[in-house]
């Protein structure tokens, strides 16, 4: 068994639930963009659990079609009436601003006002989440019951925000396996008081980099901790040679509300990562959704973008843009919760095992089935489930193992649950009637290796 | 945009129905046959609106298995009592007449003519419609409640026809287009005074050809008006060497009737214009009917003989011998719908709209996705549909326009209609984010020019 | 029409199921085991019915994995309390005694023999069937009452058994058809007193291989009568060299019990003969389950390990397990009956005839329809149906015959019954329209014989 098997086995969900939740709880009140210094900070709070690099791409540099914007930084902003009271406060809520908001400093009255002004009529007491990233322009979001509030009259208006040349920073970890080839984690870690996007997917992957670092794996498993879209496009650009590596990869986005987990395929649709996603969660006795692949949604857009078509899924709880907290300030701390991180970070682990322990093996006694009682395989070896499900599985596996059919293979074919069909082969293996396929691909790389000795 | 759509975009539905309906009312007095002067005058009447060759197929030519037979005419025909009332005349309705009966001028007792005598216990009112094409014989079909009526005693019976060598005669009419490739419109043309089989096919396709005359399509369109079975075996016999060229195809076939939609895959079942009929069909919002191959019905049952195996569907409302008035005199004017066959017509335009702007794009921009902001592509292009849905389709296109997907499968994968999709091309197109594949055909035919020339 | 065809068209269902039943109750009331004088007179009276060849394999053989095990034989076996009275008797029931029980003859306590006791709490008055065949023990089967009626005190034990050097003895019939190419029908005959499993298949075998051997088929059909799971490993070890020659197979097995039928697939799942039962079960008209392959089960389980992967599904009805008589004194002559035996009978025949008839032909005539009618082949031919259903079998046959699709294939796509399909075959290659393709496997072996005279 591997040691994402026995990850797997040992994991107090609760326990990492709770770890999760107070690390989103930690990170809330940075105010994130997909530059600047709250990401920065951001990255170095994670920096405290795993190895972290940080990478720093100067403005200007040219990634693929795009270019990496100015950075912004914001010290404060406000909206005064003219009695001088603070009737928009950024320090109480950076949702206030519209993110990447070039400076302002000016009185104006209501009527100029509230052309920059942005309210969400269907939920009157939340503050909407704005951007304008690629349009220099500012503005204030504000509930509903706040813009109604606002009286006829001169108001005093500042934003104390820089856009300037500096740097796009994002963080990477690659926790080295047996094997070159790699699993990619990707989140995004540039919204700013929002929890369940995505706070929760940078919580989740941080913890499930700290679990993995003591279970020597056979994969190598990369996590990206990235500004959206720009972020996966710099990277992209940055590590063209290598993305060969990546075998399979998942992004992280809504992982913590209490909703069903859902996993979005990769534009493969049938690759590896996808079959394992759904062979879990089918297995889970939980409810569950997945869905097909399309071209909207995270950065999942850009690992599967036809130049690349990476085998990358993505998971999440509720998706974004099906929950009606998303991108408002009622996507706070109480919208996610420890059970559900929890188990997202379960499901994940329970995937990765899955990816891990999928081998294609040849049955040494193809003809016929082999006596399995006199090698103390019948009815009389320990582990998971009861022993009928553990001669079923040694059969089922002894039967299709012809050196075509992966152990997941197996597992969908017969109905059984991938960890009894991969304990069901270590059994036959450790008893000499099972032998690993060499993959093709390390084959060809003994020949290499060979062919540069002689 | 092509032709085609632009076509589609102008379509008065209504207007094209009435005027199917009134050259179905012109047309419907006429006694067709498989051959002879009827059909003459039918093609002739069809050449006062396309330009419509007229090709005369001696009798007794060899066409495959088949022989054209002797070509078939008739002046009058009736049954008068002893009194000499006409109680069967043809002059009333030309179904009456067995068509194909031989001449015939005798007196006989009503039990003698009774062996002639053809009704439909089960409508009482219709009189039936029969044929003898390979069988020499004479009858007269009359109603049930006519049969009744006739009394004992003796019988004058005449039929003034002539069955002699003459020749069979089609119309055919190629619109050129662009290219060599052709669409297929095949309708039969042999059926006398009923309605929906086949007037209805008969003006539709008089309609389409008039239509498609003003738009410059990419394909060319060979229309036939034949007569059913042995025209389109006379006529793939007489163009065995080009029938290359025609890549899609449709048989018009019941089309007027107020039924939904149906259609009957070709062989191939998969062909191109099977997905392109099941796409309009699907996103019509309309019920409607897709039907498997089977080889009976119409001249389908040619074009898709495996010598052959054309991809070529057929489109009908109600098919035939599916609707009780079927082969009957209730199948009369009341029974087809202007607005029925203008539907048609505007489905058939949507089907041709879908072949001829399916096309194969490669993605000039294929890693990561382009910025559509800087090229004023972000919600800001007008046209088809909602904003969100020509986002959503411009994604979807960049993401699988790898040079293997066609429009079509791009639109199947999204859910998103053709035109949508099509037009997101185009708008991509237009920035230089996507060039079109040159087909395989056309690279082959450019490379063999230049071997000529070389 | 081929001589299954025949054999299908004349079967008296009734006569064969009372025949069957007769058998099975002839062969009840021997003690068989996996080896030894029960199996031998078994197969003796089987040979009665056809000419079996009887094979005898020494104890110690190594056939792949496996040993052939020592011989065991009974004489007698008894319980008697100390008034001497036969409490357990194994002349009442050959259950009574744990299969393979090595000799005992000693005097205990109730407390020490009820160690050796099995019982059914569930069911208290049937007998359960036990076996002990690679573990040396001897033990009694009860019913749960007879269990409860034992009282306190001392026992004399006794059974007069011999486990011993001697052989395994399996019977075999080849039936010679036109081709070597062989249908394999196989069945455990090793079970005592018990009728569905698997008497019935014993019997069913047995008149199937007698109703054939007038036939003069296409196939040569092997039957084979062995002990479960050990006879087909030593049958397989010791005919390595000719399983290629099993193009089919029918494990048969609890085909005598009122249930409707059932069939499981094949390892390769769309096996010809996985196909042809589900042809035949889908045209019954019967309700019927098809099963997935699964490596647990009969002797399915050694044709389909890998190292073989023959084409060898199992008709069962109720399948091994799925009844609450299976392996109890329940599974008597009363559980199974003459009609579903007959009925077992009729559908291996008509699976047979799918098997025999399914070949691919080519059209001959096949750009266009022929002209049916001056072959007379248009509404006048008798047999199978009524006319219109010959006559579209006549246009299926014609339009899929291109040399790609079998007779089971276009019955499949039709929608027809095969053996409509197949009269439609024959009255068209009668006219001189249909070829039948040789197969490859033929063309080969001719090309090989050439070069031997060349």
Redesign the interface.
């Known amino acids: 068994m591997s040691g994402v098997s026995n990850l797997r086995d040992k994991i107090d969900a609760p326990a990492i639930g709770h770890e999760c939740h107070s690390f989103i709880a930690e990170l809330f009140p940075i105010c994130r963009s997909i530059t600047g210094n709250g990401l920065r900070e951001t990255l170095a709070r994670i920096g405290k659990h795993i190895p972290l690099n940080i990478h720093e791409v100067p403005s200007g540099t040219q990634?693929?079609?795009?270019t990496v914007p100015r950075e912004w930084n914001i010290r404060d902003a406000y909206v005064k009436n003219a009695r001088g009271e603070k009737l928009i406060d950024f320090q109480k809520s950076n949702l206030h601003v519209v993110n990447y908001s070039v400076p302002v400093s000016a009185r104006m009255p209501l009527s100029e006002l509230k052309k920059h002004l942005f309210s969400s009529p269907e939920y009157p007491d939340r503050i909407p989440y704005r951007t304008s990233y690629?349009?220099e322009t500012w503005g204030f979001c504000v509930s509903q019951r706040q813009m109604e509030r606002l009286e006829d009259g001169e108001y005093e208006v500042r934003i104390d925000s820089t856009l300037e040349n500096g740097s796009l920073t994002y963080g990477e970890f690659l926790l080295t396996g047996a094997s070159e080839d790699e699993i990619l984690i990707s989140c995004h870690a540039c919204h700013p008081s929002l929890c369940n996007d995505n706070l929760s997917g940078v919580a989740l992957a941080t913890f499930l980099a700290k679990s993995l670092m003591g279970c020597q794996p056979r994969y190598s498993y990369r996590f990206l901790f990235i500004p959206g879209?720009i972020g996966?496009?710099t990277w992209?650009?940055r590590n063209?040679r290598n993305v060969h590596r990546i075998k399979h990869g998942l992004v992280l986005s809504c992982v913590g509300d209490r909703g069903k987990l859902s996993y979005k395929n990769s534009?493969q649709g049938n690759a590896e990562i996808d079959r394992a996603a759904l062979h879990v969660l089918k297995h889970s006795g939980q409810d569950f959704n997945v869905a097909?692949f399309?071209?909207?949604g995270n950065d999942e857009?850009?690992y599967?973008?036809?130049?690349?078509?990476l085998p990358v899924g993505r998971l999440s709880r509720t998706p974004d843009g099906q929950f009606p907290e998303y991108h408002t300030s009622a996507d706070d701390l109480s919208f996610v919760d420890a059970s559900s991180l929890g188990d997202s970070f379960s499901k994940c682990v329970a995937m990765f095992e899955v990816l891990e322990e999928n081998r294609v093996y040849v049955?040494q006694?193809?003809?016929?089935?082999?006596?399995l009682?006199?090698r103390g395989l019948y009815r009389t070896f320990g582990g998971y489930g009861d022993s009928q499900t553990r001669e079923?599985a040694m059969?089922?596996v002894?039967?299709?193992?012809?050196g075509k059919n992966s152990l997941l293979d197996i597992a969908e074919?017969?109905g059984l649950s991938f960890a009894a069909v991969s304990q069901a082969a270590e059994a036959l293996q450790g008893s000499g009637l099972l032998r690993e396929c060499e993959p093709a691909g390390e084959r060809a790389r003994a020949a290499a290796r060979e062919m540069v000795r002689g």
């Not at 006694?365 to 006596?371: D, R």
């Open positions: 990634v693929f079609d795009w690629y349009n879209t996966s496009i992209l650009a063209e534009r097909d399309s071209p909207y857009r850009q599967c973008s036809p130049g690349f078509d049955n006694n193809p003809k016929c089935e082999p006596q009682g006199k079923l059969l089922w002894l039967n299709q193992s012809d074919r017969s």
